[in-house]
């Protein structure tokens, strides 16, 4: 599965996963009794070292572990002993009490290697039905501070102890229960540059939540526009690069009613002429990577969900991913999905990184002395139909992953204009000569009648231009006309582009004229009432000849509907 968010080249490595077990060890001077993970080929050095952390020994070798209550057999440290030489498997109740005689020194491997956990019951499939040992809304594995922990009672519980394990479960109820692109149009155009270059691209959803009409208390989130950041692309990777646009096109998008949704990002492949090759959907891999899981989390955790319930005001995330791939019937493929909670949590403490080699699996943070982390683990139905529980060191990111339906409208509906002239370039594609200028702005404005002023200016990518212009600060003075787009008001359209000083200014800057003032005159600011497009050549060195005069366009909309195809397809 090729990648699609990747920052940078990672090695290849193989790392297997099995179940684990559970002994309990009872401390017979204080009846302390811990829970500690093993397994049957462990070494006796290591269990001990597990030992010594859960019970926090300051004289590792004050204590012995026996296999009964009355002392029978000892169990000796040993970096050549298993468990299994003493017979001991998971549910087996263990014994310590303070020894005289000495452990011995055997057990000290310092370079010992770590485990993996082997099964010979291979994991399930992952998305198979699973127990929920325990739930949590949030995995909060924020590591506690230890340098402050001076208290030595053995009868004291720190804080990791409460903390011996936790089960990750996939999720089921996502906090968006749908998404819905307003038009074609708006992906038509994004996926516009794969099929140009055949490149990668990603971009950002701006939209809005609205109040699902079938499902009681649902959420829809509808897609308006799509914004594309500065980025570097390539045929399988993509990376993103410093946006100084970033804060003026939240302003302008919370200007419009709408606000960032989510992020949308192609992984296409052509298998031949017109066929896009399946490489997500085939059940041979996930849905998404282990790194754009992580890289979905870390979006989710930058635009938390306000709750008023919650503590800390915010619970969860309404941020979506959507992955453009080909599906099994090799037609482009709109696949909508979120990370869990637990998932976005783990990211946001760091604790989870991609596993090289194996995009479908992550890997979750071994505790270390700095910065103790719980034990994670999956449970789900085995190949025998008997509920097991599996290490998360490797997690299938199945488990941490939640489709959300992904759809068009029967109707379709157009926030922004769509007419039949030729749009206005989208932002940061200098280098597929998609360049935004004052010629290209000009070239553009001259296709439309000065009656068709509003539907010219419906472009959010023509406004995200308009809004961040160095030469003349136009952003100033576009709140009335982002006004009369919202409310779509021609005569109140009409009027701004009389009585704008700056965009006056910008119409003399696109003439070429020279400005011997900071604002143009009285009369200038009344005068105009010709078409704009003709204002825009009486001084123009540009030939514009044959465009002024462009005819209105036929296109008509036709009114929003409830009713919604689920489909995602549209013709390679």
């Not at 926030?415 to 702005?441: A, C, G, N, Y």
Request: aromatic residues 8%; charged residues 25%; proline residues 5%.
């Amino acid at each position: 599965m090729a990648a699609a968010v990747l920052l940078g080249t990672l090695a290849k490595s193989l790392i297997s996963s099995g179940g684990f077990q559970m002994v309990r060890i009872q401390k017979q001077d204080d009846g302390t009794t811990r829970r500690i993970e093993i397994q049957e080929q462990m070494s006796t050095g290591k269990f001990y070292k597990k030992v010594i952390h859960a019970f926090h020994l300051h004289n590792p070798k004050e204590y012995g572990v026996y296999r009964g209550r009355n002392k029978t057999i000892l169990i000796k440290p040993s970096g050549g002993k298993t468990l299994s030489t003493y017979k001991i498997k998971g549910g087996d109740m263990l014994f310590m009490f303070p020894v005289d005689e000495d452990l011995g020194d055997d057990w000290e491997v310092e370079n010992e290697d770590e485990e993996t956990p082997t099964d010979p019951k291979s994991p399930p499939t992952p998305g198979s039905n699973h127990k929920v040992v325990i739930e949590e809304e949030e995995l909060g594995v924020e590591a506690p501070d230890l340098s402050q922990d001076t208290v030595t009672e053995r009868n004291f519980v720190p804080f990791n102890d409460y903390l011996q394990y936790l089960c990750l479960h996939q999720p089921n109820n996502p906090h968006v229960d749908n998404v819905m692109f307003e038009n074609q149009f708006i992906v038509e155009r994004f996926v516009r540059t794969w099929r140009k270059t055949g490149f990668q691209r990603m971009g950002y959803l701006f939209g809005s939540y609205r109040q699902h009409e079938t499902i009681p208390n649902g959420v829809r989130a509808v897609v308006s526009a799509i914004y594309e950041p500065p980025q570097r692309n390539t045929e399988q990777n993509i990376e993103l690069l410093d946006d100084t646009k970033e804060n003026q096109v939240l302003l302008l998008a919370s200007q419009l009613g709408m606000q960032k949704i989510g992020w949308i990002f192609t992984d296409l492949m052509s298998e031949r002429e017109n066929v896009i090759k399946c490489t997500r959907d085939k059940g041979e891999g996930s849905k998404l990577s282990a790194e754009e899981c992580i890289m979905a989390g870390e979006l989710q955790n930058r635009k938390p969900r306000q709750c008023e319930k919650s503590k800390s005001g915010f619970f969860g995330s309404q941020f979506v991913t959507i992955c453009v791939t080909g599906d099994t019937t090799n037609q482009i493929h709109f696949e909508a999905m979120m990370v869990s909670d637990q998932c976005a949590a783990l990211v946001k403490e760091g604790l989870i990184s991609a596993l090289p080699g194996s995009p479908e699996l992550a890997w979750v943070a071994e505790s270390t002395d700095e910065k103790p982390v719980p034990g994670l683990y999956f449970e789900a139905v085995g190949q025998d139909g008997i509920h097991r529980k599996y290490n998360a060191r490797p997690l299938p990111v199945d488990y941490i992953l939640v489709s959300v339906p992904a759809e068009f409208p029967l109707s379709q509906e157009y926030t922004f204009k769509v007419h039949d002239k030729k749009p206005f370039p989208i932002e940061h594609r200098e280098d597929m000569s998609e360049v935004q200028d004052l010629e290209t702005l000009n070239k553009y404005l001259c296709q439309f009648t000065q009656e068709e002023f509003l539907t010219a200016v419906s472009d959010f990518h023509l406004l995200v231009y308009l809004a961040s212009l160095d030469v003349i600060p136009l952003w100033s003075n576009m709140g009335v006309l982002l006004e009369c787009i919202k409310q779509q008001d021609h005569e109140g359209a009409a009027n701004w582009i009389k009585t704008s000083p700056h965009w006056q200014k910008l119409l003399d800057l696109i003439n070429g004229g020279r400005l011997e003032s900071e604002y143009v005159s009285a009369e200038a600011v009344k005068a105009p009432t010709v078409e704009f497009a003709e204002l825009a050549i009486q001084t123009s060195n540009i030939n514009l000849n044959g465009n002024s005069n462009s005819e209105k366009s036929k296109r008509k909309e036709e009114p929003s509907q409830n009713g919604h195809q689920i489909s995602t397809d549209i013709a390679c």
